[in-house]
């Protein structure tokens, strides 16, 4: 008798979901073309640790204003001390001879990160067409001072510079610590930081995804015109932080996606729900995506979804539902890294970023130092 009743358990459980998995295989088009729901949903925002990679074409303008701002009163203070070194008479011209003639410029050559920090080569020249310029360099620290500033300091005396030079505030997230990247690429600094990520709520436009997705791994040959001045890694750990934070999802008036997960799957994004149809759990379902950028966000492509029944056991494919997920993400992502404008995403580490994690979500972008 408890054989007996246990079939029919499963009976009733299997019957239940072969007629719900037919109410999803014959709706497809009201439930891709109905429009969004009651906002159920409102936007949410979740801080997630990431880090950000600053690159040396995006840190070179801001050593080179300082350079610009600095140099004069360090050449000026160096000129002091060998003028004070003349006789008491002859100081007076001494001094209006090198204003005249000396007129310092410099020149950032180079950034190399080290493990102590990085190392700045420049040149000098004390006036214009200076036949024999001299190179020096500076190895300049970083620390966390706040939850929004970073100070750089020159780590040893070069004969203009020393200790504190500038501060710098991270326009992303609150920053935890900062150090140099040898061997990492295009990377020259990482910060590890906490970054609020906004979710939206409402559905994505077409417009915004207008522009072209661009692939991390480009070719070093176009490099000057598409390489990312930053990138952001967000870890799977993070990317599990997002899922929870998504919440229900309304698919359809009669199905909903509950206890959301996302995780990296190979090269793809993978998102993972449990299925409720008219509040009974029909599956699981799961979708595998290419992530990419259009207008300035992190956008998806849905390559495939599945609903799976019994731990994997039993799958139906259900692919007319991509371009709805694939809606409702791009509409998550919406504007949810706030100050960082996403130009490339892909899973793991290339050529250009080579330190980052193989299971990690990386975006290529832009951000400003202030």
């Known amino acids: ?84 070194q003349l006789p008491q008479a002859d100081q007076g011209w001494g001094t209006q001879m090198a204003n005249a003639l000396l007129q310092p410029s410099a020149t950032l050559l180079s950034l190399n990160p080290e493990s102590s920090g990085l190392l700045i080569t420049f040149k000098v020249d004390l006036y214009s067409g200076d036949p024999k310029p001299t190179t020096t360099s500076l190895l300049i620290g970083f620390q966390v001072i706040n939850s929004t500033t970073i100070q750089v300091s020159a780590l040893g005396n070069n004969g203009l510079v020393s200790g504190p030079l500038l501060t710098f505030q991270m326009p992303i997230g609150s920053p935890n610590s900062v150090s140099s990247t040898p061997n990492c690429g295009d990377a020259d600094l990482k910060i590890n930081l906490k970054y609020p990520v906004t979710l939206g709520s409402s559905l994505a436009t077409s417009s915004q995804r207008s522009s072209a997705t661009t692939p991390l791994s480009y070719r070093r040959a176009n490099a ?112 949810a890294l706030t100050d960082f404008t996403v130009t490339q995403a892909a899973i793991g580490a290339n050529s250009h970023i080579p330190c980052v994690s193989s299971t990690s979500l990386v975006l290529g972008g832009t951000t400003n130092l202030d």
């Not at 019957?15 to 037919?22: D, G, K, N």
């Not at 729901?37 to 990679?53: D, F, G, H, L, Q």
């Not at 729900?273 to 290419?290: E, Y």
């Not at 039993?314 to 371009?323: G, W």
């Open 1 to 84: 008798m408890r054989i007996k009743h246990h079939f029919q358990v499963w009976s009733a459980i299997l019957i239940l979901s072969v007629l719900a998995l037919c109410m999803l295989l014959y709706t497809p088009v009201w439930a891709a073309s109905s429009g969004p729901r009651a906002n159920t949903n409102a936007a949410s925002t979740t801080s997630i640790n990431a880090n950000a990679y600053l690159t040396g074409q995006m840190l070179q303008p801001l050593f080179q204003s300082d350079i610009n701002q600095q140099l004069p009163a360090a050449v000026a203070s160096v000129i002091s001390s060998m003028i004070d």
């Open 224 to 335: 000057s015109a598409s390489t990312p001045g930053s990138y952001v890694e967000i870890p799977d750990s993070s990317l599990a932080q997002i899922g929870s934070a998504i919440g229900s999802i309304p698919v359809t008036s009669s199905l909903t996606a509950q206890n959301i997960q996302v995780y990296t799957q190979g090269s793809n994004l993978a998102i993972q729900a449990q299925i409720h149809w008219l509040g009974i759990d029909i599956g699981t379902a799961v979708s595998l995506m290419k992530p990419g950028a259009a207008g300035g966000n992190l956008v998806v492509t849905v390559q495939q979804t599945n609903l799976e029944y019994f731990n994997g056991l039993i799958t139906f494919p259900v692919n007319q539902y991509n371009q709805k997920i694939q809606q409702i993400i791009d509409a998550k992502f919406n504007g």
